[in-house]
């Protein structure tokens, strides 16, 4: 035993508070080891815990009235943005990814214990044709795998390549002002001379280039005091002048005398 630990404890004999004081503080040390050591216990025990519940996914439920989309795609899919187990899987990511595709509008999710996740997803529809053979549904995306002729009815968007999400909000725009006018567009067509479209009934309406909203709002003006009793005998109508439109008539066959 050094000199310095039988001087600590000769004072500590001869002073009975500064004894107090050290057992006080051997028990608190003792004290903080012990709970330390539960600690330590219990978050190795959570960690356990948290693996066990964190599962990988394993099974994956869809539902929906999907006819484009495989099951085998939308697992597919699914798979390659895993980005987690069972409590860890980033649901609202995985919801945006789903609904980046073309076909789906919609999609919810949600986890089934103890290692399911639960889909339900929305179809998209087609809105239009884009050009020739293709199909665009309502943010102007294009869709895959969808027959010409299933379709024809669409109203057709015409473009450069590249501006269909433009276009599909265009037209979307206009159809809904023209259509409480009973107008309604079964081609936009979008080009260097500027927007022209096809009406209903055979009537081309032209845009031009600048100012769309303002000429379409003309021609609506001109359509409500003077056109629409005559819609029958319109054939063109051009919107491009500041003060007014121009128009056409079709030539109607001559009555024949009874």
């Given at each position: ?17 500064r ?50 989309l ?37 999609a ?15 179809e998209e ?31 057709r ?84 002048y ?5 128009v ?11």
């Open positions: 035993m050094t000199a310095a630990r039988r001087n600590l404890r000769r004072n500590v004999r001869r002073d009975p508070a004894r107090q004081r050290l057992v006080r503080l051997l028990r608190v040390t003792a004290a903080t080891l012990v709970v330390v050591a539960a600690g330590s216990v219990v978050l190795a025990a959570s960690v356990v815990l948290f693996r066990h519940l964190d599962a990988p996914l394993r099974v994956i439920a869809v539902d929906g009235e999907i006819r484009h495989g099951r085998d795609e939308i697992e597919g899919l699914v798979s390659r943005h895993l980005n987690g187990g069972f409590l860890t899987l980033d649901m609202q990511a995985l919801r945006d990814v789903l609904e980046r595709h073309p076909w789906i509008a919609e919810s999710a949600r986890r089934e214990w103890p290692d399911g996740l639960y889909l339900h997803l929305v529809a087609p809105v239009a044709r884009w050009g020739e053979a293709q199909f665009l549904n309502g943010r102007g995306q294009v869709l895959p795998g969808v027959a010409a002729d299933d379709f024809a009815g669409l109203p968007l015409d473009g450069p390549e590249g501006e269909q999400v433009r276009l599909m909000t265009t037209y979307r725009e206009f159809a809904a002002r023209l259509a409480p006018e009973g107008l309604r567009i079964e081609r936009l067509v979008s080009s260097a001379a500027g927007v022209r479209l096809r009406l209903a009934g055979d009537i081309e309406l032209v845009l031009g280039r600048e100012q769309l909203d303002a000429r379409l709002g003309r021609f609506l003006v001109v359509w409500r005091g003077a056109l629409m009793a005559r819609r029958g005998a319109l054939a063109h109508a051009d919107a491009r500041d003060n007014g439109i121009a056409r008539w079709r030539e109607m066959p001559a009555e024949q005398d009874a």
